[in-house]
Protein backbone atom coordinates (compact mmCIF):
# COMPACT_ATOMS: atom_id res chain seq x y z
CA UNK A 1 0.00 0.00 0.00
CA UNK A 2 1.11 3.02 -0.66
CA UNK A 3 1.62 5.78 2.05
CA UNK A 4 0.05 9.53 0.40
CA UNK A 5 0.14 12.36 2.33
CA UNK A 6 -3.17 11.65 3.27
CA UNK A 7 -2.27 8.68 4.79
CA UNK A 8 -0.01 10.29 6.78
CA UNK A 9 -1.75 13.14 8.22
CA UNK A 10 -5.24 11.20 8.67
CA UNK A 11 -4.57 7.77 9.69
CA UNK A 12 -3.45 6.19 12.77
CA UNK A 13 -0.85 2.96 13.11
CA UNK A 14 -3.34 1.04 12.51
CA UNK A 15 -4.48 2.31 9.33
CA UNK A 16 -7.65 4.16 10.63
CA UNK A 17 -8.48 7.74 9.42
CA UNK A 18 -8.74 9.75 13.26
CA UNK A 19 -10.15 13.06 13.13
CA UNK A 20 -12.09 13.23 16.31
CA UNK A 21 -11.91 10.44 19.14
CA UNK A 22 -13.84 10.05 22.12
CA UNK A 23 -13.15 12.64 25.06
CA UNK A 24 -9.94 11.64 27.50
CA UNK A 25 -9.78 12.83 31.12
CA UNK A 26 -8.21 16.19 30.48
CA UNK A 27 -11.01 17.50 27.75
CA UNK A 28 -13.59 16.63 30.18
CA UNK A 29 -12.74 18.06 33.69
CA UNK A 30 -11.68 21.30 31.36
CA UNK A 31 -15.37 20.63 30.05
CA UNK A 32 -17.21 20.60 33.60
CA UNK A 33 -14.31 23.34 35.25
CA UNK A 34 -15.52 25.79 32.17
CA UNK A 35 -19.33 25.31 33.03
CA UNK A 36 -18.94 25.79 36.49
CA UNK A 37 -17.16 28.88 35.92
CA UNK A 38 -20.71 29.63 34.42
CA UNK A 39 -22.51 29.26 37.90
CA UNK A 40 -19.48 30.86 39.93
CA UNK A 41 -18.98 34.26 38.31
CA UNK A 42 -16.78 35.83 40.49
CA UNK A 43 -14.89 35.15 44.09
CA UNK A 44 -11.89 32.56 44.36
CA UNK A 45 -13.79 29.36 43.40
CA UNK A 46 -13.83 31.05 39.91
CA UNK A 47 -10.46 31.83 40.23
CA UNK A 48 -9.29 28.40 41.19
CA UNK A 49 -12.13 26.65 38.27
CA UNK A 50 -10.41 29.37 36.03
CA UNK A 51 -6.39 27.83 36.49
CA UNK A 52 -8.26 23.98 36.41
CA UNK A 53 -9.53 24.95 33.38
CA UNK A 54 -6.55 25.87 32.21
CA UNK A 55 -4.23 23.33 33.06
CA UNK A 56 -6.41 20.79 32.07
CA UNK A 57 -6.63 22.15 28.14
CA UNK A 58 -2.75 22.86 28.36
CA UNK A 59 -2.11 19.00 29.55
CA UNK A 60 -4.54 17.81 26.54
CA UNK A 61 -2.90 19.92 24.24
CA UNK A 62 0.68 19.01 24.99
CA UNK A 63 -0.74 15.35 25.14
CA UNK A 64 -1.75 15.82 21.20
CA UNK A 65 0.89 17.84 20.56
CA UNK A 66 3.31 15.03 21.18
CA UNK A 67 1.18 11.76 21.51
CA UNK A 68 -1.17 12.28 18.77
CA UNK A 69 -2.14 9.66 16.89
CA UNK A 70 -1.63 11.08 13.42
CA UNK A 71 -0.28 14.48 12.12
CA UNK A 72 -3.77 16.41 12.03
CA UNK A 73 -3.72 15.33 16.18
CA UNK A 74 -0.64 16.52 16.24
CA UNK A 75 -1.80 20.02 14.37
CA UNK A 76 -4.72 20.73 16.34
CA UNK A 77 -2.55 19.92 19.76
CA UNK A 78 -0.20 22.65 18.76
CA UNK A 79 -2.77 25.19 17.55
CA UNK A 80 -4.87 24.89 20.75
CA UNK A 81 -1.87 24.79 22.73
CA UNK A 82 -0.82 28.27 20.79
CA UNK A 83 -4.00 29.36 21.02
CA UNK A 84 -3.85 28.79 25.40
CA UNK A 85 -0.93 30.22 25.79
CA UNK A 86 -1.87 33.78 23.69
CA UNK A 87 -4.64 34.26 25.39
CA UNK A 88 -3.11 33.94 29.09
CA UNK A 89 -0.60 36.50 27.10
CA UNK A 90 -2.32 38.93 25.49
CA UNK A 91 -5.07 38.99 27.66
CA UNK A 92 -7.80 37.70 24.70
CA UNK A 93 -11.08 36.36 26.73
CA UNK A 94 -13.09 33.69 25.36
CA UNK A 95 -15.05 36.37 23.08
CA UNK A 96 -12.86 37.47 21.93
CA UNK A 97 -12.36 40.78 22.95
CA UNK A 98 -9.01 42.16 24.76
CA UNK A 99 -9.16 42.75 28.17
CA UNK A 100 -5.53 45.36 29.49
Known amino acids: MQNTLFDKIF ?14 PPIIVWVVASLLKL ?3 TGLINTGLDAIAFGSLFTWAW ?24 SRTVGIDALGSFAF
Not at 11 to 24: L, M, T
Not at 69 to 86: D, S
Open 39 to 41: VFT
Open 63 to 86: LELFQGVNYFRRGLGIIVFIAIIA
Open 11 to 24: RDSEGNIVIAQPPN
